[in-house]
């Protein structure tokens, strides 16, 4: 029936594994717990010999697309379920839910993110703002636009269909392959549908950390951009340096980035990030990347 893949690195996901057992338990229903220990250092604190729980251990860190496909080709059931380490069911039914949802027939199923409401540290305001602006959306939003909103931290997925679509991916450690995983799903025809079952998002990054990952998310698009050339995609930043490019304005943007770059950072980082700001920031250093970076 159901197979609840776990990659982690460094992060302790008992808490995570209790919480999915018992709700799987409750279910009555075939199920396995695969946890990938990619290369960490720190490990698990305990899975309390929970029946149908496996950890299994890589000792150097692979990322998280290669430890997903190893995830996916050691799973038995028809139903792959991917969390990621960092993150913790909202609500109690949360497996029944989605247990619900297979009934609906589509070949994915996505559930989406919670935020916590109380305002964390200065130093990670900009990934708690950003996640409460762009990703906690609910889902008869995110099917209006279905490949728009992938957050591959709590989906739902045919084995299948996920070894199709996932085995396109490079072996690549990069960060923002959810943007080119929605573009997969997307020129695959992969029929998905959004469902509110959110997963709360734990571990939320410093800023600084954060916004190097946007940075090598506006890397990863470019590549896939210049390497794939997808025209079949429902990504705004994408769509946007496209038009940028078409109207030949990249070098305006770049000078844009390299001359304001340092006061935008400052906002960034700093008590009262703008995300309006964040998005200006992305796209500026897409086109500098892609004029000083990506064609270098």
Same mark, same amino acid.
């Given at each position: 029936?159901?197979?609840?893949?776990?990659?982690?690195?460094?992060?302790?996901?008992?808490?995570?594994?209790?919480?999915?057992?018992?709700?799987?338990?409750?279910?009555?229903?075939?199920?396995?717990?695969?946890?990938?220990?990619?290369?960490?250092?720190?490990?698990?604190?305990?899975?309390?010999?929970?029946?149908?729980?496996?950890?299994?251990?890589?000792?150097?860190?692979?990322?998280?697309?290669k430890?997903?496909?190893?995830?996916?080709l050691?799973?038995?059931?028809?139903?792959?379920?991917?969390?990621?380490?960092?993150?913790?069911?909202?609500?109690?039914?949360?497996?029944?839910?989605?247990?619900d949802?297979?009934?609906l /027939?589509?070949d994915?199923? %996505?559930?989406? +993110?919670?935020?916590?409401?109380?305002?964390?540290? #200065?130093?990670? =305001? *900009?990934?708690?703002?950003?996640?409460?602006?762009?990703e906690?959306?609910?889902?008869?939003?995110?099917?209006?636009?279905?490949?728009?909103v992938?957050?591959?931290?709590?989906?739902?997925?045919?084995?299948?269909?996920?070894?199709?679509?996932?085995?396109?991916i490079?072996?690549?450690?990069?960060?923002?392959?959810?943007?080119?995983?929605?573009?997969?799903?997307?020129?695959?025809?992969?029929?998905?549908?959004?469902?509110?079952?959110?997963?709360?998002?734990?571990?939320?990054?410093?800023?600084?950390?954060?916004?190097?990952?946007?940075?090598?998310?506006?890397?990863?698009?470019?590549?896939?951009?210049?390497?794939?050339?997808?025209?079949?995609?429902?990504?705004?930043?994408?769509r946007l340096?496209?038009?940028?490019?078409?109207? /030949?304005?990249?070098?305006? %943007?770049?000078l +844009?980035?390299?001359?304001?770059?340092?006061?935008? #950072?400052k906002? =960034? *980082?700093?008590?009262?990030p703008?995300i309006?700001?964040?998005?200006?920031y992305?796209i500026?250093?897409?086109?500098?990347?892609?004029?000083?970076?990506?064609?270098?």
């Open positions: 029936m159901l197979s609840v893949l776990i990659p982690t690195y460094n992060y302790d996901v008992s808490k995570l594994i209790a919480t999915i057992h018992l709700q799987l338990s409750n279910c009555n229903v075939p199920f396995e717990i695969l946890v990938l220990e990619d290369g960490s250092t720190q490990h698990i604190n305990s899975t309390n010999n929970l029946s149908n729980t496996t950890v299994l251990v890589n000792k150097t860190n692979n990322g998280r697309v430890a997903r496909q190893e995830l996916a050691k799973a038995n059931y028809e139903w792959l379920l991917f969390l990621d380490a960092d993150v913790l069911p909202k609500s109690k039914s949360f497996i029944s839910n989605y247990i949802a297979i009934k /027939k589509h994915a199923y %996505f559930g989406g +993110f919670a935020y916590y409401k109380a305002k964390p540290k #200065k130093q990670y =305001l *900009l990934r708690w703002k950003y996640g409460t602006t762009k906690e959306v609910i889902a008869v939003k995110r099917n209006l636009s279905p490949y728009k992938i957050i591959s931290a709590n989906y739902l997925i045919r084995k299948k269909v996920f070894n199709t679509v996932n085995l396109k490079e072996d690549n450690k990069g960060y923002g392959f959810d943007n080119y995983f929605g573009a997969l799903l997307q020129n695959n025809n992969v029929n998905i549908y959004h469902i509110d079952n959110e997963v709360y998002h734990l571990g939320i990054e410093e800023s600084s950390l954060y916004l190097k990952k946007k940075e090598q998310a506006a890397l990863t698009l470019l590549h896939f951009y210049k390497t794939e050339g997808f025209n079949n995609h429902s990504n705004d930043l994408l340096f496209s038009k940028i490019k078409t109207l /030949k304005l990249v070098w305006l %943007f770049s +844009f980035y390299k001359l304001f770059k340092t006061k935008m #950072k906002n =960034l *980082l700093g008590k009262a703008s309006s700001l964040l998005q200006a992305r500026t250093f897409m086109c500098y990347a892609y004029k000083h970076i990506i064609t270098a």
